[in-house]
C-alpha cells in the first residue's frame, strides 16, 4: 500500500518565522509531489509542485525533494497569519494502472501566532 | 476563468437513500477526478475518467457507489444505497492533458449520512 505520512501537528511558530514542513512516502517510484493548502471548509489549493531532487522556490513558499530519502519538505519564510492553515503533501502515481490520482497525507496543520 | 464547482454543497441523508453529486470541471479539462475524505483520515481518491471514459476505477469503496461522466463534461457519482460509513467530504478535481496535469479542486460536497 502506498503511503504518504505527515506530522498532523498542530505546528505552531510566530509571525515572521520559517515554518518547516515534513512529509515522507513510501513508493520509491514516485515522480511528481505536490504541496496542496487547505483552510478550514474549502478546497485544496496547490501551492508548490516539485519533479527534480533539490530546492524549488517561489516567493516566500520553498519545497525541497529527496528521492533518496523518499522525503519532500516545504518551507515558508516570512510566516504570516494568512498563512495559518492545513498543508497536504501529496505524490502523483505515475505509472502503472492509477495513473495520474493523488496519494494524500492526512496533512499539518499550521498556526502562524501574530 | 470559472474553477471546479460542485453541487450540492452539503447533504444530509438517511441510511438507505440515495444521494446524486454533481462536478462540473474547469472548461477543456480532459481529466476529471474524484476524492473522498472521511473524518481523521486523509484525502483519497476514487475515480478517475478521461474525457467520458473512465481510466482508474479502483478507488471506488463498493458497487453503491456509480460514476458517471456524459459528454466528458460534467460528472455525477451516485451513492445508492447509502451507509453510515459514506459520510465525509467529497471533492473533485480536474486538470488538463498537458505533461504538468496541475489539479484544481473545487469546493467538496459534505456528505452526512444519519
Known amino acids: 500500500q502506498k503511503e504518504v505520512e505527515q506530522n498532523s501537528g498542530p505546528l505552531s511558530v510566530p509571525e515572521g518565522a520559517i515554518a518547516s514542513l515534513n512529509c515522507t512516502y513510501s513508493?520509491?517510484?514516485?515522480?511528481?509531489f505536490f504541496w496542496y493548502r487547505q483552510y478550514s471548509g474549502k478546497s485544496p489549493e496547490l501551492i508548490m509542485s516539485?519533479?527534480?531532487?533539490g530546492d524549488k522556490e517561489d516567493g516566500r513558499f520553498t519545497a525541497q525533494l529527496n528521492k533518496a530519502s523518499q522525503y519532500v519538505s516545504l518551507l515558508i519564510r516570512d510566516s504570516q497569519p494568512s498563512d495559518s492553515a492545513t498543508y497536504l503533501c501529496a505524490v502523483k502515481m505515475d505509472y502503472g494502472g492509477s495513473q495520474g490520482n493523488l496519494i494524500f497525507g492526512k496533512g499539518t496543520k499550521l498556526s502562524v501566532k501574530p | 476563468e470559472a474553477g471546479v464547482t460542485q453541487f450540492p454543497s452539503h447533504s444530509v441523508i438517511e441510511k438507505g437513500q440515495t444521494v446524486t453529486l454533481r462536478c462540473d470541471p474547469i472548461s477543456g479539462h480532459d481529466n476529471l477526478y474524484w476524492y473522498r475524505r472521511v473524518m481523521g483520515k486523509e484525502i483519497k481518491f476514487l475515480l478517475h475518467f478521461v474525457k467520458e471514459s473512465k481510466q482508474d476505477e479502483s478507488g471506488m469503496p463498493n458497487n453503491r457507489f456509480l460514476a458517471e461522466r456524459t459528454g466528458g463534461t460534467y460528472s455525477t457519482l451516485k451513492v445508492q444505497p447509502a451507509e453510515l460509513e459514506d459520510s465525509g467530504v467529497y471533492f473533485c478535481?480536474?486538470?488538463?492533458?498537458?505533461?504538468?496535469?496541475?489539479?484544481?479542486f473545487g469546493p467538496g460536497t459534505r456528505l452526512l449520512v444519519l
Open positions: 513508493d520509491r517510484g514516485s515522480q511528481s
Open positions: 516539485i519533479y527534480s531532487n
Open positions: 478535481a480536474s486538470s488538463p492533458r498537458t505533461r504538468e496535469e496541475t489539479q484544481y
